[in-house]
């Protein structure tokens, strides 16, 4: 059963073009077990371009996609699950293998099975020769981290942890982490770029007391990072433009007390009702939401503080937390997504008071998302300058990738 739902939910994504997290959650309440179902789904996704190659080393033939993806999900058990027995892994790829009816590769899969099984103790070291991402992400990723290829590759495919953003107006992250040990929930205190905060990986944070009421929300510590840079402080007037789920506009609304006024801004509204959700469940005051296309946005010019923009992006820095979103991209749509991040930019920039801040994130490394954009955004509006060198949180541990620049407006 849970074999068959990993399968049915990653073909649904890789060749359907539907979203891996959301396929997923669909058997959250189900009867099948889904930390098994999770952890076998994800390990495969982030193991997939490795699993691919090694595996097409083998054939000698054509690999049907539907047995190549039933042979990655084995190989992943053969070569990450110590408990599983061989045989076992091997019958059960085999009845799925009937069950798509794909009869003619049973020979197939039952022989290159056979082999990785006896190469199963080196599993992990044989799938380190072969390149973790898509020819096009490995030279992006080369060309810029060139001393940093292998750390950067390990912060991308390690399973990703979650964060906790304490909301300190009702409680400090030291008396927040005592009331999760209570509940035999672990969690670490980790520091970086002047933001403390709590990271765990247990799936049991979401269910506590503690996030129903709203102590805490869960946001990567990079997205904290590049809140905390921008100086959020009371009194303050902040648009925060692209900004469902709302979490950033959050975060700046504790570090200003929830004295002030956030103007949060976002054109989906399936994704804004996440926004209110969240704003509602931390009882913060200080934050409106306004549905609306950020380039048809009609707040004042010059009026705001603070302006935060997190345009689109093609998500490459959050790859260990979202798989999918590598084989959901290519060079040609990164192009798109860049010429669409400028425009979103110039467009911030008409809202910034003389002396005010703009924030400019996106989750993702490549050069033409990241500086190309700022530096063309310089070009087009003399009236901006950076306040801050570039900051971009890999390669590091744990955290997810982030592009974060700070300009100011003269």
């Not at 999770?38 to 054509?62: D, I, P």
């Amino acid at each position: 059963m849970e074999r068959s739902i990993v399968f049915e939910v990653l073909y649904a994504s890789m060749f359907e073009n539907r979203k891996l997290d959301q396929t997923l959650l669909k058997y959250k309440n189900s009867d099948v077990r889904f930390n098994q179902v999770y952890n076998l789904t994800m390990g495969v996704a982030r193991a997939h371009y490795q699993m691919e190659a090694y595996l097409k080393s083998k054939a000698k033939g054509f690999l049907d996609p539907k047995a190549l993806l039933i042979l990655e999900i084995a190989t992943y058990e053969l070569f990450f699950n110590t408990s599983a027995k061989a045989y076992a892994v091997i019958s059960e790829a085999l009845k799925l293998a009937e069950a798509k009816k794909l009869f003619k590769f049973k020979k197939v899969i039952h022989g290159i099975l056979s082999v990785v099984a006896k190469e199963s103790t080196e599993g992990p070291l044989l799938l380190s020769k072969f390149p973790a991402f898509p020819r096009w992400m490995m030279e992006e990723i080369s060309k810029v981290f060139p001393d940093q290829v292998d750390q950067v590759v390990d912060q991308l495919t390690a399973p990703a942890p979650f964060f906790l953003s304490v909301n300190t107006l009702k409680i400090s992250p030291a008396e927040l982490d005592k009331k999760l040990l209570e509940q035999d929930i672990k969690v670490e205190n980790v520091e970086s770029n002047g933001v403390n905060t709590l990271v765990t990986f247990d799936k049991k944070i979401l269910n506590t007391a503690e996030f129903i009421d709203g102590l805490f929300t869960i946001q990567d510590i990079s997205s904290q990072i590049a809140v905390k840079m921008l100086t959020p402080f009371k009194g303050m007037n902040m648009l925060d433009l692209c900004s469902a789920p709302g979490g950033k506009a959050i975060t700046a609304a504790i570090m200003a007390d929830d004295d002030c006024k956030i103007v949060s801004v976002d054109k989906s509204s399936a994704r804004l009702l996440r926004s209110h959700e969240n704003i509602n469940r931390m009882k913060l005051k200080s934050i409106s939401v306004v549905n609306s296309d950020v380039l048809e946005l009609n707040e004042t010019p010059h009026s705001f503080d603070l302006v935060m923009l997190d345009p689109p992006c093609s998500a490459l820095g959050v790859s260990a937390r979202n798989p999918d979103t590598v084989w959901s991209k290519d060079s040609e749509v990164i192009k798109q997504l860049a010429a669409l991040q400028l425009q979103l930019l110039l467009k911030a920039m008409e809202f910034t008071k003389k002396g005010g801040r703009l924030m400019y994130s996106v989750c993702t490394f490549t050069e033409a998302e990241t500086v190309a954009v700022i530096h063309a955004a310089l070009e087009k509006n003399k009236d901006y300058k950076k306040a801050s060198d570039f900051v971009i949180t890999m390669p590091a541990s744990g955290m997810d990738g982030m592009f974060i620049a700070i300009l100011e407006r003269k």
